[in-house]
């Protein structure tokens, strides 16, 4: 499955044929797979669509409507294809089947171009959103049909972003489809009472595109802000179609907060900077501004009589980055605030990396040894045996503390520990820098 | 990328009440805008939007060599192009750009929008970069 094979790439009328796409077609694939009942055929007939529109737009002229036209043209195809099915199946006993196909071939021969792209398209995209995060895809799954039907992306354009090959994306999706195909797996919204956990579902998969674009777990780049900047577009556009979720703009507020600093946490060359170390006034105003009123609308709706639940675990991850927005340098940030959130969350979601985060927290606002203290009740815990960022802490604090030893040990193990060069760099330039064991110490 | 949008209404006639009248859309046409406005957000594509008072309440500052500034009122109707209004969006590309401007419901020759793209800190060479760098240390 790839987009289709154009005459003359590039062309500016096929770069703005494909600008179209990107617009259009989580519309045309929703509006597809409400009539289809089967998101992988939209998807199919929505390709089809998009062929014919690169086709006859040339001559023709963009038509007024392009989305309207692909889910007519799109609809066409799927009644050629239910025609010639009732002709080859016609003497099978699936009559049920055959009354629905009879039933849909006679609608279809008078709505022309229609309108119903435009009608109900809210609910039909969020139909779609959790179709292509459904709980019976596995995680990589769920991402690349977010990215390719949501997000309008090509597989060579997620193939790029993952830094995998095309066809391993290609696959994934054709299989992701087959799976909701097989699965049965219904084009619609989940019951009120599965509401919340399918959500969740969903937040996961657009703060998993983030996170790999702002901490890019391989490759040489530090950070791949195209990724950053799909998911921060999902969150919007997600943020509307479920604007009483405080949970959702919790999430856009993180991302909004944490994109603020995507300029300043990259260096000249290219390499990481951290927090500390950046320069705050290259901190995007106007990401912060949005990420500070999105939080509040989090707040406002977390807050709100019988929901009462408080923020979720986005919401509190979002105060935490409102805290380092509103503060103008290091010191002055509210690490008390912080500390405390840091508790909140992990109360929600308890896990090893939020104890973590806790501690340099911690450290901040008490001291070095009140951080270390919980980082190393940390050490033994299994789930972080692995992870770079447990040694590139107690490093750090060790090294506040003195025991720059222990500490160029602890750096050298974080470095061996991550698979993004940049980021190995940083920390074993920051072992480097540690001064060498200078006479008896206590 | 980010590109912000600019709309320039065509006024008809140099006189102020020309001025006042592309100012003052009819109803219809604002409610076309909201709904357009509102498609470029549930697209999770607008960052940010204003519409501007009326030129006749501009003010321009000019800077004449060798003297102080000098400040004039409008109206300023000699000029042609006169900003009504930006949105700020953040898009992938300029095709993508184009097509959304393409897109605003601006009734025959009432307004002409401009495209500009939104400079980066990487988008000035390196020597201009570090000046910046150092000016904020």
């Known amino acids: 499955m790839t987009l289709p094979t154009r005459s003359q790439p590039g062309t500016p009328a096929n770069r703005s044929y494909e600008a179209i796409w990107r617009i259009e077609s989580a519309r045309v694939i929703a509006a597809l797979a409400r009539r289809t009942g089967d998101v992988g055929l939209a998807e199919d007939l929505a390709q089809d669509a998009f062929i014919a529109a690169l086709e006859q737009w040339p001559q023709s002229g963009v038509p007024q409507s392009p989305g309207a036209w692909l889910v007519t043209v799109g609809k066409r195809r799927w009644f050629d294809t239910l025609r010639r099915k009732g002709t080859i199946e016609g003497k099978q006993a699936d009559l049920a089947r055959q009354a629905e196909v009879r039933q849909q071939l006679a609608g279809a021969e008078f709505d022309d171009v229609d309108a119903d792209v435009d009608e109900e398209v809210g609910d039909d995209r969020l139909r779609l959103i959790f179709t292509a995060c459904h709980p019976v895809l596995p995680r990589e799954a769920r991402v690349a049909l977010t990215l390719r039907l949501v997000a309008g992306l090509t597989t060579e354009e997620i193939a790029r972003a993952y830094l995998v090959r095309e066809p391993t994306v290609a696959q994934r999706v054709v299989r992701a489809k087959r799976s909701l ?170 896990s090893p990396v939020v104890e973590l985060n806790r501690a340099v927290a911690l450290s901040m606002a008490y001291g070095p040894e009140a951080g270390l203290e919980v980082v190393d009740s940390l050490v033994p815990d299994p789930m972080l045996a692995n992870y770079y960022l447990l040694p590139s802490v107690r490093g750090d604090l060790l090294a506040k503390l003195g025991r720059f030893e222990e500490a160029r040990a602890d750096l050298e193990r974080a470095a061996s520990l991550t698979r993004n060069e940049r980021e190995q760099q940083l920390l074993l330039d920051r072992a480097a820098r540690m001064p060498p064991a200078a006479g008896p110490r206590n | 990328m980010r590109f912000m949008m600019f709309i320039y209404p065509k006024v008809q006639g140099g006189t102020a009440a020309a001025v006042e009248q592309a100012w003052m859309p009819p109803a219809e046409a604002v409610v076309a805008m909201t709904k357009y406005n509102d498609e470029l957000s549930k697209a999770g594509v607008l960052l940010s939007l204003d519409g501007l008072h009326s030129p006749d309440k501009a003010v321009r500052i000019e800077f004449p060599s060798g003297k102080p500034p000098v400040v004039k009122d409008g109206p300023f109707t000699e000029a042609k192009e006169m900003i009504g209004g930006y949105w700020v969006i953040d898009v992938k590309s300029q095709d993508e750009a184009i097509e959304w401007a393409k897109r605003c419901p601006i009734g025959e020759g009432a307004a002409e929008i401009e495209l500009r793209q939104v400079f980066e800190m990487s988008d000035f060479p390196a020597d201009l970069q570090a000046a910046a760098r150092a000016a904020q240390k």
């Open chain 1, 181 to 350: 195909s097989e699965a049965r797996v219904p084009f619609e919204l989940p019951p009120a009472s599965q509401l919340e956990e399918r959500l969740d579902a969903v937040l996961e998969v657009v703060y998993l595109v983030f996170n790999e674009g702002y901490a890019a777990t391989a490759g040489e780049q530090w950070a791949r802000p195209e990724l950053c900047l799909e998911a921060l577009r999902l969150g919007r556009i997600i943020a509307h179609l479920l604007p009483a979720e405080p949970e959702v703009h919790g999430l856009v507020a993180l991302m909004e907060l944490q994109a603020s600093r995507l300029h300043a946490r990259l260096g000249p060359d290219g390499e990481p900077v951290l927090l500390a170390d950046q320069d705050r006034s290259r901190w995007d105003p106007l990401l912060v501004r949005r990420g500070l009123a999105a939080l509040e609308r989090a707040s406002e709706l977390a807050n709100l009589p019988g929901n009462g639940r408080g923020l979720g675990q986005y919401g509190l991850q979002a105060a935490i980055a409102a805290c380092h927005a509103r503060a103008a340098t290091l010191a002055g940030t509210d690490w008390a605030r912080i500390c405390a959130l840091y508790e909140a969350l992990a109360q929600v979601a308890p």
